[in-house]
């Protein structure tokens, strides 16, 4: 038993539901009481999607137990088939129908039905909602997919966007377009937008383009298996990452590499103005996928300082390890949302970059923050075209994290008017909407805009101070400076101080620090 | 508007029952309001991943550092007989309340497979209650799925007090029902006013104003799925007010007559109070209503809120209810609606969501009250639509109150017509 408030993950039929979500002419009767529904809203609402998922749930009830939910479950699926006429069926249980054992692979079976029907295994009480998805979607791939002829003209299949994916819609139209470029045309792209046909020709495509290892990954490892079709390994989110994207490609197929279009984010971060962004420490926690290449274009390609990473699927625990040692980092691997806020507070960051639930910490600590990776919430669903991935997706990330920032010539005036009324840290970055609020004219002394860490204290840790304290004209000194880098200032020169065994913070310590870690 | 009961109302309606899948929430919802409501309190769901994630989903945003509810999820070994359930859940409880010691009722909140495998949550409250009395009272009740159905869940969390609270030889009047609590504060003015005596609320907003129930204890619903609440507090010698519900100035007149006939005030001490908030929330009504006139509206089952509001809708807004669907029809409850509620729409009970939506296809009603997973759908088919749990989480009851509760319903036709004009007559 493990108590959880918030949830990075849902349970597995979830995943399995963005897999039937996404496709088309596939349907999914899912074994399930009443209350298991609230998962379609996730995607009419969350996606804002103008169909109701293609799910059936058998909706038992306690009375239903001691009788006859067998019947129920081949009820709804023979229903299910007549109305909807799918090509395809999956069928499974959700936590509840677990604990029940009705097998619905065996019940579906029965029936007979004249199209194929998938039965999913999808341990509720073990796995997660990745787990779910990446299952559903190789267990379909494997039951459809056969080997057949190749196109005369190179093309691939794009594996791994879903319903409820995070700029899935728009990282496929990019992919599509920047392989284009190399002359390779789309042969299946699944299973967003892709029927149960669609899925039995994917073995004309040459090659398969792994988009999210998190969904797609063993498809991919058994189409290369059974139909011999390799699949790419670089995620191509970044500058740096989609030009070994492109170069893996044509070391695939033997085309030549394509000539460059629409690429700003290299001189943008190169433009003087940029300048400010040097060595400014992020944290950055999110699926193992985006996290990792979250990493890479923070610090070779906008020259942050990476000062922790993480992610929240086990399942890619060994390449984040292996990503955040070679930036001198532990990686943390959690689900615990808890655990990842007292870590963002321990590490005082200047920029998160994560999910709806950082986006909620970082809210609470007063520290800006861009979303990265799934889980998202409505907003995140932009209307506009956002890609992450290929070229344009790297101008999009590097407009999307420089956003929360407060501007390099802003920052500038801020540190040197720090005490102007109106002009003061509690404004916030003023290309940000919202009424700027008036400074206080006594500064109120519990007030600290770095934010206290309300759980951690619960927990009876004080993150942040440890057994320094800052005599009184050193903490007002410590308010002067710029909200956006006084997090950092307290952190150091409370380390500082601990290291020499100073336990009582004077004007002198604090610049004795900031000397210390002049840069 | 009229007081009187019309020549016809829906209490011989036959009633369509459907069996089928049901687009609605389970019980663990209710904890996204009765956690804000009781201060004090802290909900602990024993349930899986797929609980825990509802809850989540259903608060819409995870707006709280660490909200008062929590999941203890169920993992394999608990389920494969490895780990001890029981120790497990005293330990989950124990690191809580360490946490948060401003917490003086837990309730331990059963789930769909806390109740297949039968782990007796009565029993661990129990246990429970011995380790952490007085400082905590622990409580249980089933949110589960397979036994209730969204509304239903507070209803459940309720009749798990009654037991617990104080006897009492006082008249007075209990009102039930989580209500926000600026709509609560005018509630007990204008029973103030009237001369109850006595009033206390149940929830209370902490745990140390717990109300006392006894046989001079009048009890009034505030909210019409709390029939198991209202039949324990009814077991415990309590007196039962019935009236329709305070939803419309209609419904509040009626209401505050019943609970002051019960007590023996007379008609024209309430008609005094009364009469300027009522002809406030009439005045107010008559300008949202334009909006509602004529127009036809289908009710999809939700939070038994239906029958009370399409009985508003109907009499004091003038719209035309085409279809009331609700979880389930409790008559005793209801009588006094179904009376008011002007004959001619289905009345259904149960879901069988296909067939439903079938239904809504066919009638093309003006409005569709639905929810969550089917609004968007359904307005990408052309239907105008209001989420249903809106209506629980908004304030709605008595005057104050009773134009917003009809603009709720006038907001998605005003904002078709904005948006596409021409799509509107």
Redesign the interface.
């Known amino acids: 038993?493990?108590?959880?408030?918030?949830?990075y993950?849902?349970?597995p039929?979830?995943g399995a539901m963005r897999i039937a979500t996404a496709m088309k002419g596939l349907h999914y009767v899912l074994h399930a009481?009443?209350?298991?529904?609230?998962?379609?809203?996730?995607f009419?609402?969350?996606e804002?999607?103008?169909?109701?998922p293609p799910v059936?749930?058998?909706?038992?009830?306690?009375r239903?137990?001691g009788a006859d939910t067998a019947n129920l479950f081949k009820d709804?699926a023979r229903?299910a088939f007549a109305?909807f006429q799918p090509q395809a069926m999956i069928v499974g249980a959700?936590?509840?129908a677990e604990?029940?054992q009705d097998d619905p692979g065996g019940l579906a079976e029965a029936l007979a039905l004249p199209v194929p029907v998938i039965p999913l295994d999808l341990?509720?009480?073990?796995r997660?909602e990745n787990f779910g998805a990446d299952e559903t979607f190789f267990q379909i791939v494997k039951a459809l997919a056969r080997p057949m002829e190749r196109t005369k003209a190179v093309t691939c299949n794009l594996l791994g966007p879903t319903a409820l994916g995070f700029r899935h819609r728009d990282d496929v139209t990019e992919l599509t377009r920047l392989l284009g470029t190399m002359g390779i045309a789309v042969n299946v792209c699944a299973p967003l937008d892709a029927t149960p046909a669609d899925i039995a020709r994917l073995g004309a495509a040459h090659f398969n383009v792994l988009m999210y290892p998190e969904t797609a990954e063993t498809a991919a490892r058994h189409l290369e298996k059974a139909l011999n079709q390799p699949f790419t390994r670089v995620v191509p989110i970044g500058t740096h990452a989609t030009r070994d994207f492109l170069a893996e490609v044509a070391t695939l197929t033997g085309l030549p590499l394509p000539a460059e279009t629409g690429l700003r984010q290299p001189w943008y971060a190169a433009s003087v103005d940029s300048t400010y962004l040097t060595g400014k420490r992020v944290f950055i926690f999110g699926d193992g996928t985006h996290a990792i290449a979250a990493a890479r274009i923070a610090a070779k390609e906008i020259g942050f300082e990476v000062v922790g990473l993480g992610a929240y699927n086990r399942e890619q625990a060994r390449p984040v390890r292996a990503a955040a040692k070679t930036y001198g980092l532990e990686a943390l691997i959690t689900d615990d949302y808890?655990e990842v806020e007292a870590e963002i507070a321990r590490l005082q960051p200047e920029l998160i970059l994560g999910t709806?639930?950082e986006r909620?910490i970082a809210k609470?600590l007063g520290i800006p923050c861009a979303v990265i990776s799934a889980p998202v919430?409505v907003q995140d669903y932009p209307a506009r075209y956002s890609p992450q991935m290929g070229f344009e997706g790297a101008n999009v990330i590097f407009d999307t994290w420089v956003h929360p920032l407060v501007m390099g010539l802003e920052e500038h005036l801020l540190t040197m008017f720090r005490e102007d009324f109106e002009f003061h840290d509690a404004a916030g970055p003023s290309h940000h909407g919202g009424k700027a609020q008036a400074r206080a004219e006594t500064p109120v002394a519990a007030v600290d805009a770095s934010g206290g860490d309300?759980?951690a204290k619960?927990?009876g840790e004080d993150v942040a101070s440890g057994e320094v304290i800052w005599l009184a004209e050193a903490e007002r000194e410590l308010r002067k400076i710029p909200f956006f880098v006084r997090g950092k200032a307290k952190r150091n020169t409370e380390k500082f101080a601990a290291d020499r065994g100073v336990t009582a913070i004077s004007i002198d310590t604090l610049y004795e620090a900031k000397a210390h870690y002049a840069r | 508007m009229s007081l009187d009961t019309p020549p016809r109302g829906c209490s011989d309606t036959p009633v369509l029952k459907e069996r089928?899948?049901?687009?609605?929430?389970?019980?663990?919802?209710g904890i996204v309001w009765l956690h804000r409501k009781m201060q004090d309190a802290f909900f602990?769901v024993?349930g899986?991943?797929?609980c825990?994630?509802?809850l989540?989903?259903?608060a819409g945003?995870?707006?709280f550092?660490?909200?008062r509810?929590?999941?203890?999820?169920?993992?394999?070994k608990?389920?494969a007989g490895l780990?001890d359930?029981n120790a497990?859940?005293d330990?989950?409880v124990a690191?809580?309340l360490s946490?948060?010691p401003d917490i003086r009722q837990l309730f331990l909140v059963g789930s769909?497979?806390s109740?297949?495998?039968k782990l007796d949550l009565a029993r661990a409250a129990e246990r429970l209650n011995a380790t952490h009395a007085p400082h905590v009272r622990v409580l249980n009740y089933s949110g589960?799925?397979?036994?209730t159905?969204f509304t239903e869940g507070e209803d459940a969390c309720l009749e798990a007090m009654v037991p617990g609270l104080p006897a009492t030889q006082d008249e007075g009047l209990l009102v039930v029902g989580a209500l926000p609590d600026v709509v609560e504060d005018q509630m007990l003015g204008l029973l103030a006013a009237i001369g109850v005596p006595n009033v206390r609320c149940l929830p209370a907003r902490r745990s140390s104003e717990l109300p006392a129930a006894g046989p001079r204890t009048r009890v009034a619903l505030v909210q019409p799925f709390l029939g198991a609440t209202h039949a324990a507090l009814v077991k415990r010698g309590a007196q039962p007010v019935s009236a329709p519900f305070p939803f419309g100035a209609e419904g509040t007149t009626l209401w505050l007559h019943a609970v002051a006939q019960a007590f023996g005030i007379p008609r024209d001490r309430v008609e005094a109070v009364i009469a300027a908030p009522r002809a406030r929330a009439e005045r107010a009504l008559a300008t949202v209503s334009e909006t509602l006139r004529g127009k036809r509206i289908f009710f999809f089952p939700d939070s038994q809120l239906e029958i009370p509001l399409a009985r508003f809708l109907a009499r004091e807004c003038g719209m035309v209810p085409v279809e009331v669907g609700v979880p389930y029809l409790h008559r005793e409850l209801m009588g006094p609606e179904l009376d008011l509620l002007p004959e001619g729409p289905v009345l259904s009970e149960g879901q069988d969501v296909?067939r439903q939506l079938d239904r809504v296809r066919t009638a093309q009603p003006d409005l569709t009250v639905c929810?969550?997973?089917?609004?968007?759908?359904l307005?990408?088919e052309g239907l105008a639509t209001k989420w249903a749990i809106e209506l629980v989480f908004t304030p709605v009851h008595f005057y104050e109150q009773a134009a917003d509760l009809a603009g709720l319903f006038a907001r998605p036709l005003r904002r078709r017509a904005l948006l596409t004009p021409e799509a509107a007559e």
């Open positions: 038993m493990k108590l959880t408030l918030w949830t993950e849902g349970p039929h979830v009481p009443q209350g298991d529904t609230y998962a379609d809203l996730l009419t609402m969350i804002r999607r103008n169909h109701r059936t749930y058998t909706t038992f009830q306690a239903d137990l709804a229903d109305r959700s936590c509840t604990l029940i341990p509720s009480y073990s997660k808890l709806q639930m909620h609470r919430h309300t759980s619960m927990k | 089928g899948q049901r687009e609605v929430f389970c019980g663990l919802t602990l024993v899986s991943r797929t825990a994630h509802l989540q989903a259903a945003v995870m707006i550092a660490e909200p509810f929590g999941t203890a999820i169920l993992e394999e608990d389920l780990a359930a497990e859940l330990r989950e690191r809580l946490r948060r769909c497979p109740e297949v495998i589960s799925g397979i036994e159905t296909e929810g969550l997973g089917l609004a968007n759908p307005e990408a």
